[in-house]
């Protein structure tokens, strides 16, 4: 395996977490990144580096990171993401891996990618509703700018330096399960 195959491997399972809290962000970061050509996509995947496709997904992260401070809406566009967001980690993990066949491509992009996305998903969303349980949507608007930074740290990061990006995943996973304990609705003060 070569280090240009590590990398993208890194940098899609960088993605995938950053789809985790936003499911266009890391795309339109990808599609950027191809468009400006810091980073080469499978051949199949270069459409994602298309003007329309910089555009498509530019309007599409903008409308996902408003309808986020919606109340009510955020709560909704969780349970609509974490299928997006398997499918969305997925794409960004298949279209980034290099120099592997097609089969392991796929596994890798389905267990890792997709797998890396919606394990991040559902602990966010776990956490957002925490927080509307616990502080009646208030603290909601908080979790949403989190979410958002976090995920386009984890995007500029990914491209442009996928080893750290690995750490920073790992340190998320640490972070959300932290959050989702803290603010989980304790069950034996409701006995």
Same mark, same amino acid.
């Given at each position: ?65 408003? *309808?986020?401070?919606?109340?009510? @809406?955020?709560? +909704?566009?969780?349970? =609509?993401?974490?299928? $997006? /967001?398997? !499918? #969305? %980690?997925? *794409?960004?993990?298949?279209?980034? @891996?290099?120099? +592997?066949?097609?089969? =392991?491509?796929?596994? $890798? /992009?389905? !267990? #890792? %990618? ?21 502080? #009646? %949507? ?54």
């Amino acid at each position: 395996m070569t280090m240009e195959t590590i990398l993208s491997i890194f940098l899609g399972i960088g993605l995938a977490a950053s789809v985790g809290f936003r499911v266009f962000l890391p795309l339109f970061a990808l599609s950027l990144a191809a468009y400006f050509n810091v980073w080469e996509l499978n051949e199949s995947w270069l459409w994602i580096g298309s003007t329309t496709a910089v555009i498509t997904l530019g309007i599409a992260t903008l409308v996902e990171i408003v *309808a986020y401070y919606m109340p009510v @809406v955020d709560n +909704l566009l969780d349970t =609509i993401a974490i299928p $997006l /967001a398997t !499918i #969305a %980690g997925t *794409a960004v993990m298949v279209s980034t @891996v290099a120099d +592997l066949s097609p089969v =392991i491509t796929w596994a $890798l /992009a389905i !267990i #890792a %990618g997709g797998g890396t996305a919606v394990a991040v998903k559902s602990s966010a969303s776990a956490t957002r509703l925490g927080s509307t349980v616990s502080t #009646a %949507g208030l603290g909601n608007p908080l979790v949403s700018t989190v979410e958002t930074g976090t995920s386009i740290v984890m995007s500029i990061v990914s491209i442009f330096l996928p080893i750290v990006a690995i750490i920073l995943v790992i340190f998320i996973f640490y972070i959300v399960f932290k959050l989702y304990k803290k603010l989980k609705p304790n069950k034996s003060k409701s006995s």
